[in-house]
């Protein structure tokens, strides 16, 4: 089925989503030499945005399905929060290389955790394969359901409310979160643009976003959250409709803007959750905003990006 993104919803969920991950902070800073709006999404008992299209899905599951789902680590830590509020099963298919600090909050909310692929694409394969073999089993794939992306959406309705943007800047995974927010920003303010943020180590979003349908490409990046290689064909179709543009970053640039959050904004970050700040220098306005998606960093990095 085709998945909708509906600005009605995203208005509803603007105010019923669960108020732990609604209306996080945002205020203007100097950054890269301008003033920039930023959105702290890392305030919450998750660390991430995952909270808000999670919540948004799981408030309409009947009792007794087993969610199933493949992650990184943030979308499953979000998913088995949320479960666990609804006294759902989950079932987290996780790659052999998973952020052991992301691991142990998944574990934390009670979830089944299957360590099984050597990366993203072999754990969701593996999660595919354990939903198919019983009708109780739901799977549910990030960047391919209508609400996880609405709830994710209500980002932008928050954004706008700080007044004209020119463009906004978001972190690029499986799609949800920049599909949600340039669905309501687009219809609100047309003339914002809304750039997306890859890693130069996973440009299969890039290419396929370029393309219009779905481009494989290998995946070397410290960038979990944004380190896709087998991208959605339902995100794509969105994203070619919505984003403006895509830019890259490198390793070394991600590790330098989580060092930037850390000094000029006070504020912990994952290499994929500073990929916005790292792509300042790339995008153009007067007024920018960024969201900062993620603060669930591995172990020693941000020790490493101290020192440096």
Not at 88 to 93: D, M
Not at 248 to 273: F, H, I, K
Request: glycine residues 12%; aromatic residues 4%; charged residues 20%.
């Amino acid at each position: 089925m085709a998945m909708d993104l509906r600005l009605d919803q995203i208005e509803r969920l603007s105010h019923t989503l669960d108020p732990t991950f609604r209306d996080s902070p945002q205020f203007t800073a100097e950054l890269a030499g301008r003033p920039v709006l930023v959105k702290i999404e890392t305030m919450n008992p998750l660390h991430c945005f995952k909270g808000r299209g999670a919540t948004a899905f799981t408030a309409g599951l009947a009792p007794g399905v087993t969610v199933v789902v493949a992650s990184s680590g943030n979308f499953g830590q979000a998913m088995a929060y949320a479960c666990n509020r609804k006294e759902i099963a989950i079932e987290v298919f996780l790659p052999e290389n998973v952020n052991p600090a992301k691991l142990a909050a998944i574990r934390s909310f009670g979830a089944g955790v299957h360590v099984s692929g050597v990366d993203g694409d072999a754990a969701k394969q593996h999660a595919s394969a354990y939903a198919a073999e019983r009708s109780d089993r739901l799977l549910v794939r990030d960047g391919d359901e209508s609400l996880i992306a609405e709830g994710a959406g209500t980002i932008g309705v928050e954004l706008l409310r700080a007044g004209p943007l020119d463009t906004v800047v978001v972190p690029v995974g499986d799609g949800a979160l920049i599909n949600g927010i340039a669905r309501w920003i687009k219809a609100h303010s047309p003339s914002t643009r809304v750039v997306g943020v890859g890693s130069t180590g996973a440009q299969a979003m890039l290419h396929s976003w370029r393309a219009g349908e779905p481009v494989r490409r290998p995946v070397t990046t410290i960038a979990d959250g944004i380190a896709i290689g087998s991208p959605l064909p339902e995100s794509v179709r969105w994203m070619r409709k919505l984003v403006d543009d895509i830019v890259l970053v490198d390793d070394s640039a991600l590790l330098a803007a989580m060092g930037t959050a850390l000094r000029g904004v006070g504020v912990r970050l994952e290499p994929a959750g500073a990929a916005g700040l790292a792509a300042l220098g790339q995008v153009p306005g007067d007024r920018v905003a960024v969201v900062l998606t993620g603060g669930n960093p591995r172990p020693g990095q941000l020790e490493a990006v101290m020192a440096a």
